[in-house]
């Protein structure tokens, strides 16, 4: 492969990150197999877990603060009985405590998993990418220098118990959760063993989905390199934000990074739902105009042709779009538009 350097390729794909690597090692293969410096990820997974991760290659990259901030859904087993340092199955056991016979019975277990439904305060694993004070965590944990982390308000909107098994003799709870960004799947694992009187972890961790974007539609490393570009995405319908077709002047204004009055400007919205039903009779693309009024702030995704130009934000004061985020070259929007 030919030294990296900056390639003019501009889009996003997904990746079903594998076990042992973490984020970045995804992204430095990338690298290699595009040959492109400019590439990065979104939404960290840790090394141990497998599962979607958006990759953004080029311009593409300054797409980062627009695909972060999305709910996830996991697939992950609690190990009751152990505790680890990492809260997961890759640190070292700090202690070992009996499990209570509520542990063994499946059907407490699965009111117990229904129960965390809703919205709490989580304090983060102590090995955590969080910054305080300009320094990571787990940077810090690793040095023996434990950083007092602060609970956070997060959200679970589902949770069920999806299996469960005795591993020697310790019951292991396999969960289905769709929680908000910044939920810490170890830090449910963590509080689930001290709700039930003991201590546990996580053994595996998957995630199925970043936002819009389901494991299915992701693609493995060595797919990826035997069709680097067989499986781009469309990056309007992953920020799951409004849009404008912007053509004659109006893309020009665009171009330019003007200002777009708001008045009689077509804003439309993309319907998975409908997408996702109607996929197989191919009657529709999903694209509806939008219901309701810009609020002051909104970001809206400017679409010009087959490719993402610009990313504007609702100016109230002015009623107008004003640019946030623009692209020369535009984004691809992948093969299924």
Sequence with gaps: ?????????????????????????????CRRIYGERRIGHTGTLDPAATGALIICVGPATRLDRFLTAHDKTYEF?????????????EGQV??????????????????????LVGKHKQLPPVYSAIKVNGKK?????????????????IEIYEAQLIGFELCGDVPVWQVRASVSAGTYIRSIARDLGSSMG??????????TCTG?????????????????????????????????????????DVECGRPLPVADLPL????????????LCGCTSGVHPADGPLFDGEEVCI??????????????????????????????RGSDI
């Design 198 to 207: 003991t201590c546990a972890h996580v053994g595996y961790l998957r995630r």
């Design 212 to 252: 819009l974007l389901d494991v299915e539609s992701c693609v493995s490393l060595e797919a990826l390199e035997r069709d680097p570009f067989g499986s781009l995405l469309d990056p309007v319908k992953l920020m799951e934000r409004r849009f404008v077709f912007a053509r004659g002047s109006l893309q020009r």
């Design 77 to 89: 087993s609690v190990v009751f009985g152990t505790a680890t340092d990492t809260d997961d199955a």
């Design 137 to 153: 965590a787990y940077e810090e944990a690793r040095r023996g220098n434990i950083i007092e982390l602060q609970p956070r308000d």
């Design 1 to 29: 492969m030919a030294k990296r350097s900056s390639t003019g390729y501009s889009f996003v794909v997904g990746i079903d990150k594998p076990a042992g690597m973490s984020s970045h090692d995804v992204v430095n293969r």
């Design 94 to 115: 700090t202690k070992t405590l009996s499990v209570p016979s509520q542990a063994y019975d499946e059907l407490h277990a699965r009111e117990v998993v229904a129960g």
């Design 268 to 279: 439309f919205a993309y319907d998975t739902k409908v997408r996702q039903q109607m996929a």
């Design 303 to 332: 679409v010009v042709g087959d490719t993402l130009k610009a990313m504007y934000s609702y100016d109230a004061a002015s009623d107008s779009l004003k640019s946030c985020c623009g692209f020369a070259v535009g984004v691809k």
